[in-house]
């Protein structure tokens, strides 16, 4: 039997007491979690003291390595062309990584967009592609490549062997109050990043109250860890802060994102989505140091929607099916006439959540139909009678729930409040 060099209760104290970890304690903490050898309840103790405590960017830099070492590294040098990469925080109603990876591959860029699915009131990109009749998530590496090499993108589920210390790490913080610390969060996200093997990152930090991180402060000290963890491992990488108060574009739900992302590719959609897929896309191919296009050019002229259907359809799916529709809608009306002082990010999160869009355990099944639909937004004139959502849902039963939610998370009165504006920083 082999002898383990520490004893995690010793690295737990050390943290506890605000001592700087080793390296030697770091590998070794996350690669015995990784092997079983370090229990659940000694790992949520030292994520707790971490969450309390914090960490140095030595000590984040570390985890993060170990991270990384604790599964496959990826290669796409075998690629006829340079990839970028983009990464969220999470959002509602972000759904710009569906139009964004086929529009940068239509500019010239390859675009692997190793993903996740939704968990609580932020939705999950496989869960929206899903919506996509016969489209598949899983690939093999050898799939990935082929369909990146012929499409120039490909979105799919990020396999087991990528990183499994953060998979192990991220369902425990999840049930211990212990997701939102900035050293854990940034090596979770940089690990897995890092282990895909893209060459370039630009990163899209939330902020508000529908964001992990609704403070801007935070939003930016989370940036400016990450973009470093970034280009210390030699991947070019950028964030941009950006808002989360309002939520993105005018759907939240799989199946109305999917419809939304395709008005965007063929050259229409709400202006905050297509400002955002386009200064998103920019930075990814300036990152890159090439260009075949521009972004703006290739929703207009409709390659970008080629790509996105090249793309749908070596997964399976047919591009061109009609979407799933609930069965079940619910109109909220305007009780009088005024100016819509807000719309809460977090509030719609939460009802598109309950109508059944989100789940609330992994590995539960979500409603492709479900959602919530807008039709204001804050500052807009709005006349009583007026319908200013809709609730869409295939279980009607979970419509008072979503109201619930939805109390308080818009206004009607004389001003709009103050707001976020879409672009709160840009970290380099
Ligand atoms: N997303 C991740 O992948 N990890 C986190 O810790 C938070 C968000």
Known sequence: MSVEPFAAVDVIAAKRDHQLLTDAQIDWVVDAYTRGVVADEQM??????????????????????????????????????????????????????????????????????????????????????????????????????????????????????????????????DVTGTVPAIPLIASSIMSKKIAEGTGALVLDVKTGNGAFMSEPDRARELARTMVDLGQAAGVRTVALVTAMDVPLGRTAGNALEVREAVEVLSGGGPADVVELTVLLAEEMLTLAGTRTKHPADALRDGSALEVWKRMV??????????????????????????????????????????????????GEPVQAGAGVEWFVQ????????????????????????????????????????????????RIS
């Open 44 to 173: 949520s103790a030292l994520a707790m003291a971490i969450l309390l405590n914090g960490m140095t960017r030595a000590e984040i830099a570390r985890w993060t390595q170990a991270m990384i070492n604790s599964g496959e590294r990826m290669s796409w040098s075998r690629l006829s062309r340079p990839t970028a990469d983009k990464h969220s925080t999470g959002g509602v109603g972000d759904k710009i990584t569906l139009p964004l990876a086929p529009l940068v591959a239509a500019c010239g860029v390859a675009v692997p967009q190793l993903s996740g699915r939704g968990l609580g009131h932020t939705g999950g990109t496989l869960d929206k592609m899903e919506a996509i009749a016969g489209w598949r998530a899983a690939l093999s590496n050898e799939q990935m490549f082929a369909v990146l090499e012929s499409t120039g993108a490909v979105i799919c589920a990020a396999g087991s062997g990528l990183a499994p210390a953060d998979k192990k790490l991220y369902a425990l913080r």
């Open 313 to 362: 359809r070596a997964q399976g799916g047919d591009p061109d099916a009609p979407l799933p529709v609930a069965g079940h809608q619910h109109h909220v009306i305007a009780e009088r006439s005024g100016v819509l002082t807000h719309l809460h990010a977090m509030g719609i999160g939460v009802a598109a959540w309950r109508l059944g869009a989100g789940r609330a355990r992994q």
């Open 378 to 425: 804050p500052g807009d004139l709005v006349v009583e009678g007026q319908t200013l959502m809709t609730l869409h849902t295939d279980t009607p039963e979970r419509i008072p729930l979503a109201l619930q939610a939805l109390d308080g998370a818009y206004g009607i009165g004389t001003a709009a409040h103050a707001r976020l504006p879409l672009i709160v920083d």
